[in-house]
C-alpha cells in the first residue's frame, strides 16, 4: 500500500541543500548514506568468526553454524541450551562465567549476522565488558543484581531505524523496556533487524537490507520482528524480545517455530517515547524532525519475548519481569501479577474453540490440516470444542487498518524527506485520504471497544 505522494517526493532522486551565499549546492544521496553505515558493519564481527567464503547456493544456515568449525564444543553446546534456567543455575553456582556464556552467544550470532542479516547495531565489545562486571559482583558480593544476571538478551531495532535519514541519530536514552532488562541483569549484545516502517510482515530496509529465515536462507524471517525471530531461530539468543502491532512478533515466531507471546497491552512495560526526534546539521542547513506515530493513540504496540523454550517464556514473564513489579514505574502497566495458579490443572474439563477460515485470513492447506490433527485427537481424548464465532472479524480488521493508517502515512512521507530515500513496496502506510483528525480517531476507538464487548 505505497503512499503515492511519498512515491513521488522520495523517487530515488538526490536530495539537494538550498544554495546559500553563492555556494554549489550540497547533494545528498541517500544510497551512499545507507551503503557507508551498512559496510561499517562487517569491521564490527569478530575477526576468528569471520566467514570468509559463503559456499554457493547454502539453505540452512543453522546447519551450516554447527558444522562449520567456528565455534569449539563448548561454545556449540551453550548455544544450544535453550532453557534459560539452565544457564542463569550455572552462572549463580559459579560453574559457568557470565562473560563465557555472552562470547558463546556473541560469536554465533556475528556467524548467523553473516548468513541471514539478523542485526543492526552490534556491540559485541560493551556487553563483554557489562559480563565481565557482573562476574565481579557476583565473586564480590555471592549475590546476582537480578533474575537474568549475565543472560544474553537481544533487542529488536525499534524506533528511529530503518531510515536512511535517520542514520547515526540515536535516541538519546534507552527505552523503559531495555532499562529494566538491564535491571534485571540482562546483557544486551545486538540489536535486529526490520523493515522500513516496522509495519510489514518482512524485515527489510535500505540500510540494513533484507533478512532471511535460517533454516532456508531462500525464505524470509518475517516481520516486523523478523532479525530477532532469524537470530532467536539461529540459536544466536536465548531471549529475544520484539514488538507487536498486527503480528510482528507472532509471524517471525511461526516462520522459525518459536515460543512467543504477544502480550495483552500493558503487561509488559512499553513507555516509548512519543516523538523521535532527528536532526543533520550540515555547512548550509541543520534539519530538524519530529516524527510522532499518531496511529498509536489508537491500536498501542506491544513488547514481547521469542525463545526457543517455553519455560524461558514464563521464566522471563513470572520470575524477571513482572517480579519488579513495573506498574510502579509505568503508568500504562496493569497491577497483575502472574497468576500461576491458572495454570494449575482445571477442576472441570476444557472447552477449546477453533478456527479454520474467518473470512480474512485462511490457513495454507498444510496448516490447516495439522489443525484438523489436533481437533479431532483432543476431541477422541474427551476435550470439547466449539467453532469460533467470527462474524465481528472483518469489522475488527476494518478498524485496524483505519487506526493504523490514521496518520494519512505523514510520519512515513516525513521520514522519506529526510534524504529522498523511496517508500518500500508493501508496506500498510496511509494516504491523505486515510487521515484522521482526533474526533474521529476517538470515534473508531469507540467501534473497537463496542465491537469487543460483544465479543
Not at 110 to 124: D, H, S, V
Not at 169 to 175: D, L, M, Q, W
Amino acid at each position: 500500500m505505497c503512499n503515492e505522494m511519498c512515491a513521488i517526493q522520495s523517487s530515488g532522486k538526490t536530495l539537494k541543500r538550498k544554495k546559500e551565499n553563492n555556494q554549489i549546492p550540497t547533494v545528498v544521496d541517500w544510497r551512499a548514506i545507507a551503503q557507508k553505515k551498512r559496510a561499517a558493519q562487517p569491521e564490527l564481527i569478530p575477526s576468528e568468526v569471520r566467514v570468509k567464503n559463503i559456499p554457493d547456493g547454502l539453505v540452512n544456515a543453522v546447519e551450516y553454524v554447527q558444522s562449520c568449525g567456528l565455534l569449539s564444543d563448548e561454545e556449540l553446546q551453550l548455544t544450544r541450551i535453550t532453557d534459560a534456567r539452565v544457564l542463569l543455575d550455572k552462572v549463580v553456582s559459579g560453574a559457568l562465567t557470565s562473560a563465557k556464556i555472552a562470547s558463546a552467544f556473541i560469536k554465533r550470532t556475528a556467524i548467523l549476522q553473516q548468513l541471514t542479516g539478523c542485526c543492526t547495531e552490534i556491540f559485541f565489545d560493551r556487553a563483554l565488558e557489562r559480563a565481565q562486571i557482573l562476574d565481579r559482583h557476583l565473586a564480590e558480593t555471592g549475590k546476582p543484581i537480578g533474575p537474568l544476571h549475565g543472560l544474553p538478551v537481544s533487542v529488536k531495532d525499534g524506533f528511529d531505524v530503518g531510515w536512511v535519514g535517520l542514520v547515526d541519530t540515536p535516541a538519546p536514552k534507552n527505552g523503559r523496556e531495555l532499562e529494566v532488562l538491564l535491571q534485571l541483569g540482562a546483557v544486551i549484545y545486538c540489536k535486529t533487524n526490520i523493515p522500513q516502517s516496522l509495519l510489514m510482515s518482512d524485515s527489510y530496509h535500505h540500510v540494513f537490507g533484507q533478512s532471511v529465515n535460517p533454516f532456508n536462507r531462500n525464505l524470509i524471517s518475517g516481520g516486523s520482528s523478523g532479525g530477532e525471530g532469524a537470530l532467536v531461530g539461529g540459536r544466536g539468543s536465548i531471549l529475544g524480545m520484539g514488538t507487536d502491532i498486527g503480528g510482528s512478533v507472532r509471524i517471525p515466531a511461526c516462520l522459525q517455530g518459536l515460543y512467543r507471546l504477544c502480550p495483552t497491552i500493558g503487561r509488559v512495560p512499553f513507555l516509548k517515547s512519543a516523538e523521535a526526534c532527528t536532526r543533520r546539521s550540515s555547512e548550509t542547513e541543520q534539519l530538524s524532525h519530529t516524527h510522532r506515530r499518531d496511529q498509536e493513540y489508537i491500536v498501542p504496540p506491544v513488547a514481547g519475548p521469542l525463545t526457543h523454550n517455553l519455560s524461558t517464556l514464563e521464566y522471563y514473564l513470572d520470575d524477571s519481569h513482572l517480579s519488579t513489579s513495573p506498574w510502579d514505574v509505568d503508568p500504562r502497566a496493569f497491577p497483575i501479577p502472574w497468576r500461576k495458579g491458572l495454570a494449575e490443572p482445571p477442576k472441570k474439563p476444557l472447552k477449546l474453540a477453533y478456527i479454520f477460515d474467518d473470512g480474512v485470513v485462511k490457513p495454507q492447506p498444510p496448516v490447516a490440516r495439522i489443525m484438523r490433527e489436533v481437533v479431532e485427537k483432543l476431541k477422541a481424548v474427551g476435550r470439547e470444542f466449539i467453532e469460533w464465532d467470527t462474524s465481528l472479524h472483518k469489522e475488527g480488521v476494518r478498524l485496524w487498518y483505519e487506526a493504523v493508517l490514521a496518520d494519512g502515512g505523514k510520519g512515513c512521507r516525513d521520514n522519506c524527506a529526510l534524504i529522498g530515500e523511496p517508500l518500500i513496496q508493501g508496506m500498510v502506510v496511509g494516504e491523505e485520504k486515510n487521515f484522521l483528525d482526533i474526533p474521529e480517531r476517538q470515534k473508531v476507538r469507540h467501534h473497537d471497544q463496542l465491537s469487543v464487548a460483544k465479543l
